[in-house]
């Protein structure tokens, strides 16, 4: 109404901004399209376009992003800053919307009715960040944190290195693997007027990170305890998790000798040993923890589905699990756990594959896959592909060295946690569509797999049917130029329990700006 109203009065520009604010609910009305496009073909400019139902943080971030572009930093912090008051409150009334009553679709019993209410409201809420992460019809799925990365780019070019460095750690909270803020973070650290102290998150992200985990917490805490329990027999010629082959020994030697259940005569190639009893149960249980909790949908990939849409995906980098750590949102147990069986699964392969020189960890990720509801237990597909770790493999068995393959691995390996599921079992090929299936392993606790990362070990996973498979992967390579950032902090933290220097920080030159997303 309001659109016809000022076409019918020969206000284009109030038109064009109407037709936009339609287009923005309603991306793909064509006639809407067609509206607009026509008056900017009619001289109204794109710059006097706007929202009539955008919210406040959306119009103070846009000034904010076109002061950091003409560099009025002042501008850029009052901006910013307001953008980010109104946005969590934006986000406080999206979540206040969530407490109203729904339809059942029935007339549950008293205690089931508020078990439903309540997560029914914790999902919708889970969701409003989302909901606001829209610019005008665009998805940003980092608005709320880009508002620290341009905030502590512009508290840098007006001297205030306090309020810089706690938007690092800031925006940090949200993705601790992060080149360019960790770059920045080194840079800060060794100005002279910066103390250690100052990296510390503001107390807004630092309170909305918190209730964000705990609430994901316990969305997978009603997941997986209120849900049918999958019953699945062992797979015949696999002991059982309880047969676990451990060694008391603390000789790295001694406790190959004793664990190794697969060799390269069993697995029908080169370079590729499976080992036993790497882990306990309890060590397995404390990983399942991390995933169970922590772990985020995509994690290291792009997507929630990175390898099959028929199975969900989330992972924690061992690099996202020290910050959490750090920040005291993941106990120290845990990332002691996660810290020693792969330094552990390393120093094996190096005495395994008889490696003379170092052999450095390149990437760590605790990884699930886990079967969706609807998807059919007759697959035949992979879970991930048939592949090389260092080259892409081509069907006529051409492998390229060359980007976007990860050229410095060298050694790769697979730590599994658990078993209780259907499908999953990890193969290696003879050929890069997997119809010369070399030899299949099937998951348990403490079971890893390792191998040489190059075409002579294809390998991929076959379908996850039912249920979550757990496992860490981990890859190496004998190249310090790829060694994966902040193994040296991680010991700092396991070590001490208490305070330690972040003596990680080195020097670079500049302090990097915020890139907006185009």
């Known amino acids: ?33 067609t509206n607009l496009k026509h008056y900017l073909d009619h001289n109204v400019e794109k ?83 989302k909901k606001l992460s829209s610019l005008n019809g665009e998805i940003h799925d980092d608005l709320l944190p880009s508002h620290y990365h341009y905030l502590q780019y512009a508290y840098y070019k007006l001297g205030n290195l306090k309020a810089a460095c706690q938007a690092v750690a800031s925006y940090l909270l949200f993705y601790p693997d992060d080149e360019t803020m960790l770059d920045n973070m080194r840079y800060y650290s060794k100005q002279p007027k910066v103390d250690i102290t100052y990296f510390q998150p503001r107390r807004e992200a630092t309170q909305y990170m ?49 664990g190794v259940t697969m060799n390269e005569s069993d697995l029908k190639g080169a370079k590729r040993v ?31 589905s990175p390898h099959t849409k028929l199975e969900k995906f989330e992972g924690i980098t061992f690099n996202r699990a020290l910050f959490l750590s750090y920040y005291k949102m993941l106990n120290l147990k845990h990332l002691h756990t996660f810290f020693e069986v792969t330094e552990k699964a390393k120093e094996l392969i190096k005495v395994h594959f008889k490696l003379k020189g170092e052999l450095y960890f390149s990437y760590t990720q605790l990884v699930c896959r886990s079967a969706r509801p609807d ?25 390229f060295r060359t980007y976007p393959a990860f050229t410095w691995r ?61 496992a860490i992967g981990m890859w190496f390579t004998l190249n310090p130029d790829y060694v994966e950032k902040h193994r040296d902090f991680a010991k700092t933290v396991v070590d001490n329990n208490s305070q330690f220097e972040m003596d990680w920080l080195v020097n670079l030159d500049y302090p990097k700006p915020y890139v907006p997303i185009t």
């Open 1 to 33: 109404l309001t659109y016809l109203i000022f076409f019918q009065t020969k206000q284009l520009e109030k038109a064009a901004s109407a037709a936009f604010t339609f287009l923005v609910a309603h991306p793909d009305n064509k006639v809407m399209s």
């Open 47 to 129: 710059k006097d376009i706007v929202n009539y139902e955008a919210k406040d943080y959306v119009y103070l971030y846009a000034h904010g992003a076109d002061a950091y572009e003409k560099k009025k930093w002042q501008f850029v912090v009052f901006n910013m800053e307001e953008s980010l008051v109104h946005y969590l409150q934006a986000e406080e009334e999206c979540r206040a919307q969530c407490e109203g009553p729904f339809d059942h679709g029935w007339y549950p019993d008293f205690i089931p009715s508020i078990s439903n209410h309540f997560t029914v409201a914790l999902r919708c809420k889970q969701k409003c960040r």
């Open 210 to 258: 918190q209730r964000q985990i705990y609430e994901t917490r316990i969305l997978k805490f009603v997941h997986n305890e209120f849900k049918n329990k999958l019953v699945t027999a062992t797979t015949e010629g696999v002991p059982s998790q309880t047969d676990s082959t451990t060694s008391p020994s603390n000789s790295s030697e001694m406790k190959l000798k004793s």
């Open 274 to 304: 499976v080992i036993d009893g790497m882990t306990t149960p309890k060590e397995c249980k404390s990983l399942m923890e991390i995933a169970k909790y922590y772990a985020v949908i995509g994690d290291g990939y792009e997507g929630k």
């Open 375 to 399: 998807s059919p237990t007759n697959r035949t597909d992979f879970s991930h592909k048939i592949h090389a770790d260092n080259c892409i493999i081509m069907e006529n068995m051409t492998c």
């Open 410 to 470: 060298d050694y790769s390996a697979i730590l599994y946690l658990n078993d209780d599921f259907k499908g999953g079992e990890f193969v290696f090929s003879a050929d890069a569509v997997g119809k010369k299936i070399q030899s299949k392993i099937r998951p348990k606790c403490g079971r890893l797999v390792a191998f040489s990362s190059g075409p002579e070990n294809l390998h991929g996973v076959k379908a996850v049917k039912r249920g979550t498979r757990c």
